[in-house]
């Protein structure tokens, strides 16, 4: 529970200073959740897979790419992470 306020009051501390500098100009005056609203949508999407030691990246169409190149009992076990898709 503390890692998780300390990881939220250092992620303001960040948005406070970035809204300071050049490329942080558009998000004065906006409070962090409607800045994170407005840039949701923005960008590539991406899937992270990970288990107990790894953990993988892929962009959305690579990954679609590779699922449908696995075995049904692979498919079944990924299926998971698409309905979170």
Request: proline share 5%.
């Amino acid at each position: 529970m503390a890692f998780h306020v300390v990881m939220v009051l250092l992620g303001y501390l960040f948005f406070q200073l970035y809204k300071g500098t050049e490329n942080g100009r558009p998000y004065a005056g906006k409070i962090l959740p409607a800045a994170l609203k407005k840039s949701a949508g923005e960008g590539p999407k991406s899937v992270i897979i990970y288990g107990v030691c790894h953990f993988a990246v892929f962009g959305f169409l690579e990954f679609i790419g590779l699922y449908a190149s696995c075995s049904d009992d692979v498919q079944r076990s990924l299926r998971p992470v698409l309905a979170k898709i």
